[in-house]
């Protein structure tokens, strides 16, 4: 009887720790009508149901050799709640991250004190990571129109390289697609001298 109890309790300890894992699982779930809230609402249902039963298989497991006090029960179904609620916590953290990293890279592109000019792509550009040893990686496309602020370039013998921040993230342009960029003065850091041109070695052409 005692044992049947105990059963009980972890049962409704796993439908109650649930709710939050199935909140936590839904917090950045979609709102789009009628198929997303069936998705929604099965998460939920999975989630709850989920949890009841593996507490109750856990708890199981747990009471067998019928060696069964309150103790035991209270910090197996903690434990347990804890580790579930950890999980989903996890998952939340993931989202949150890729939905930050979303939103970053939805934000316009300004100029700073470490990237003071801008500029835009006239066409898609191929971007790099920095050349080292004259060899580079791709790092994505910089799709045309998007703005990018510019640092400068590395004009040292070797491979040219500037050093621009764009919407796809911090990124190296090949000098054969520098003229693939027309500059926006009036968007530079204010109190910045603008450039001549996208000729960015060229004596005098980025001020000091």
């Given amino acids: 009887m005692r044992?049947?109890?105990s059963l009980a309790l972890f049962g409704v300890a796993g439908f109650t720790t649930g709710i939050p894992v199935a909140a936590l699982l839904l917090a950045f779930a979609p709102r789009c009508?009628?198929?997303c809230e069936n998705r929604a609402f099965g998460v939920a249902v999975l989630s709850v149901a989920g949890c009841t039963l593996a507490f109750l298989l856990l708890g199981y497991a747990f009471t067998r050799k019928g060696f069964v006090t309150w103790f035991r029960i209270l910090a197996g179904?903690?434990?347990?709640?804890?580790?579930a609620i950890a999980a989903a916590c996890g998952h939340y953290v993931v989202e949150?991250?890729?939905r930050y990293q979303d939103a970053q890279s939805a934000m316009p592109v300004s100029a700073d004190m470490n990237f003071m000019y801008m500029a835009i792509a006239t066409r898609d550009v191929r971007a790099y990571t920095k050349a080292e040893g004259g060899a580079a990686q791709p790092a994505g496309v910089i799709p045309q129109w998007q703005r990018c602020?510019?640092?400068?370039a590395r004009c040292e013998a070797g491979r040219r390289q500037a050093h621009m921040r764009c919407q796809t993230g911090t990124v190296f342009v090949d000098e054969s697609d520098w003229q693939a960029f027309s500059l926006i003065p009036r968007e530079n850091l204010r109190g910045a001298v603008a450039m001549k041109s996208m000729n960015l070695c060229a004596p005098g052409n980025v001020p000091d």
């Fill in 3 to 5: 044992r049947l109890a």
């Fill in 149 to 152: 602020a510019i640092d400068g």
């Fill in 77 to 83: 179904s903690a434990s347990l709640a804890i580790l």
């Fill in 33 to 35: 009508g009628y198929e």
């Fill in 96 to 98: 949150l991250r890729d």
